[in-house]
């Protein structure tokens, strides 16, 4: 069955990549729930899609919530701009081990020991060296074709496609094979994949 990954927790109905949408994403059911981290000036690992202003929850804070009531997705937002303050490692060191670590950047995903990594691919990555240190393929959602995602798995890799919150392109998607779909809207998902 498909994985219903909540993008930013349910990001529709909440402000994304905090406590209450995340809170309802468990609620919902979905499989797992998607944040992005970043460094804060101090050093501190904060959850957020936008660089940090101030006022986000803590990475360790999100974890806690998280972990044993749902599968977590972390995505490392720019982590080479934080690199002086380890964000990979340190983020790695604070998941549970059931935990995917995604990224843009691949310098960043090889650097993750000990759990599962998706590469988000495109025009300068290819699934085949993506294949080389990931467990899976992340496809926006316009790139994503049946040949594509047929390659990926080919390749070993597991799919999922972002951010889809429309339902005839999730049922399309659901077709196709994909392993997971990131959606702002998991009610959405968990009404057709669980029907």
């Not at 006022?55 to 974890?63: A, F, I, K």
Request: glycine share 10%; aromatic share 6%; hydrophobic share 40%.
């Amino acid at each position: 069955m498909t994985w219903t990954i909540a993008h930013r927790g349910a990001s529709h109905e909440l402000p994304g990549n905090t406590p209450a949408s995340f809170e309802r994403a468990i609620e919902l059911g979905a499989d797992f729930v998607e944040f992005d981290v970043h460094a804060a000036a101090d050093g501190s690992l904060v959850v957020c899609h936008d660089p940090p202003r101030g006022g986000e929850p803590r990475l360790e804070e999100v974890v806690g919530q998280c972990s044993g009531r749902i599968g977590l997705m972390c995505e490392l937002k720019s982590p080479w701009r934080y690199r002086r303050h380890d964000v990979v490692a340190r983020s790695v060191a604070l998941l549970p081990e059931d935990a995917v670590v995604l990224s843009f950047e691949s310098h960043a995903l090889r650097q993750v020991r000990g759990l599962r990594t998706m590469q988000h691919v495109g025009p300068r990555l290819s699934l085949r060296r993506a294949a080389r240190y990931a467990w899976g393929a992340g496809f926006w959602d316009p790139r994503a074709g049946r040949r594509g995602l047929a390659l990926a798995r080919r390749l070993g890799l597991r799919t999922a496609v972002y951010t889809v919150n429309d339902e005839r392109r999730m049922r399309e998607l659901v077709e196709l094979g994909v392993d997971g779909i990131f959606t702002d809207r998991p009610e959405l998902l968990l009404a057709l994949v669980r029907g």
